[in-house]
């Protein structure tokens, strides 16, 4: 509304725009300042949940694992989401108080579950810098008393890249206890082949930025398709992150050799209950696959 007004009374001058996008910058900053000073409160009181999304084996229609994403009810604001207050947690140093509630509530949750499911666990690139992640990560675990290959981290290139040896180093270490590591968002980032190689990994996710259009361009299909080849040949596990259509998942499992989904297509991420609910369904009928979402295109 605040804005909508601006706009109105720099109607006649000619510079709306020019107002619209100084009073967004305003609100965008107040919002901003008001999430820095709630966060550490939100962190320390509980207010951050995680959301749990499966990730399938399609080709067996078996649910292999969970990732597990922070979610923030604000009290006043609502959900925000952790495109906006992930950055903010790195800023003010909040991360690392964050990701080990994220490992706590992780293992804890994935050992309530039936089978063996795993669960993924998202890592920034300042937890390298700011603590020991090796330490961090068996804490939880030992806490949990979940098995360590049933974890597995999740870092991005740019976080490896930018903590290199701190992230080797504990990456290996944790590599070497059988816990799983993931490179996420795999494709967008910038690290070399031969680098690549060097990481302790056990697993690349694609970005969701390659799926997009290989229903409607082959050269598309073709590039995610050699990009999984190249997973394989370095002995990874692949996973495609984004799947929304039936007609997607289609294409992966008969023209490429990804070993997991995960996306829209099997299922939104959903809270603790609703996850349980649906693993404990799942486990029962062994055989039965996971329903694909209703209305799902
Ligand atoms: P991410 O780790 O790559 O997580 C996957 C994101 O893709 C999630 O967004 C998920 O909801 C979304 N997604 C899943 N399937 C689909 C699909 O079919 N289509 C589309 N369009 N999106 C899909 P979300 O939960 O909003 O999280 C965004 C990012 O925030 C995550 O990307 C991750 O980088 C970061 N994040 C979330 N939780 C944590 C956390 O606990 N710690 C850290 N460090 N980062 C986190
Ligand atoms: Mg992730
Ligand atoms: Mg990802
Ligand atoms: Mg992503």
């Given at each position: 509304v605040k804005a909508d007004l601006a706009i109105y009374a720099a109607k006649g001058t000619g510079k709306a725009k020019v107002v619209q996008f100084h009073e967004r910058m305003d609100t965008e900053y107040q919002l901003r300042q008001q999430?820095?000073?709630?966060?550490?409160?939100?962190?320390?009181?509980?207010?951050?949940?995680?959301?749990?999304?499966?990730?399938?084996?399609?080709?067996?229609?078996?649910?292999?694992?969970?990732?597990?994403?922070?979610?923030?009810?604000?009290?006043?604001?609502?959900?925000?989401?952790?495109?906006?207050?992930?950055p903010i947690a790195e800023e003010t140093g909040l991360i690392t108080d964050?990701?080990?509630?994220?490992?706590?509530?992780?293992?804890?949750?994935?050992?309530?579950?039936?089978?063996?499911?795993?669960?993924?666990?998202?890592?920034?690139?300042?937890d390298f810098r700011a603590c020991n992640v090796e330490s961090m990560v068996l804490d939880a675990i030992k806490v949990s008393g979940l098995p360590h290959h049933r974890l597995e981290i999740e870092v991005t290139e740019s976080a490896v890249i930018e903590e290199r040896e701190a992230a080797t180093m504990a990456l290996a270490a944790l590599c070497r206890k059988g816990v799983g590591v993931a490179l996420d968002d795999f494709g967008t980032g910038y690290s070399s082949l031969s680098y690549l190689q060097a990481l302790p990994l056990t697993k690349l996710k694609i970005d969701r930025s390659f799926v997009i259009d290989i229903e409607a361009d082959p050269q598309a299909l073709r590039l995610l398709a050699n990009v999984a080849q190249l997973g394989k040949d370095l002995d990874l596990k692949i996973t495609v992150e984004g799947?929304?259509?039936?007609?997607?998942?289609?294409?992966?499992?008969?023209?490429?050799?990804?070993?997991?989904?995960?996306?829209?297509?099997?299922?939104?991420?959903?809270?603790?209950?609703?996850m349980t609910r649906l693993l404990q369904a799942h486990h029962r009928s062994d055989l039965k696959p996971i329903a694909k979402r209703a209305g799902a295109r």
């Open positions: 999430l820095k000073q709630d966060l550490k409160q939100a962190i320390a009181g509980g207010e951050i949940t995680l959301a749990y999304q499966a990730v399938v084996d399609p080709r067996k229609n078996r649910i292999v694992g969970c990732e597990a994403l922070a979610r923030w009810d604000h009290p006043e604001l609502g959900p925000i989401s952790p495109a906006l207050f992930i964050l990701t080990r509630a994220v490992l706590a509530m992780a293992t804890r949750d994935c050992n309530t579950w039936p089978g063996d499911t795993t669960i993924a666990v998202n890592l920034s690139a300042r799947v929304e259509t039936e007609g997607q998942l289609n294409l992966l499992t008969s023209q490429t050799k990804i070993d997991q989904i995960q996306g829209f297509v099997y299922g939104p991420p959903l809270n603790l209950e609703a």
